[in-house]
């Protein structure tokens, strides 16, 4: 089981990314999914699931409204658009199965500068 994750980087206040997550060694359609981050001096923590079949979500109550997670089976990945980017979103994001495995991938920087 692994995770790679991709697409962050540096965006100023009020962007958007739209985060990857390519899983490889099971298929993403036999497991609910999930993203977590951990921002610096923090705990990891949660951000959003979505069902095996990918039409229920769930997101930390805090982020609701901004978030978007989302997958495609046919690639085995797992997407997060991020909209209206804060300097609290700063942080690694990582994927995993929900709950999580105890794999973890490198996980990917989002830093939120202007």
């Known amino acids: 089981v692994q995770f790679e994750e991709s697409g962050g980087g540096l965006v100023q206040p009020g962007g958007s990314l739209k985060l990857s997550c390519v899983a490889s060694?099971?298929?993403?359609?036999?497991?609910?999914m999930s993203w977590y981050r951990q921002a610096p001096r923090k705990e990891r923590e949660f951000v959003a699931r979505?069902?095996?079949?990918?039409?229920?979500?769930n997101y930390a109550d805090s982020l609701k409204g901004r978030f978007t997670i989302s997958k495609d089976i046919a690639k085995n990945t797992v997407y997060l658009h991020i909209n209206s980017l804060e300097s609290d979103d700063t942080a690694v994001y990582y994927c995993?199965?929900?709950?999580?495995?105890?794999?973890w991938g490198q996980g990917t920087q989002v830093t939120v500068s202007s």
């Open positions: 060694g099971f298929s993403i359609n036999w497991y609910e």
């Open positions: 995993n199965q929900y709950p999580p495995s105890v794999n």
């Open positions: 979505i069902s095996r079949g990918g039409g229920i979500t």
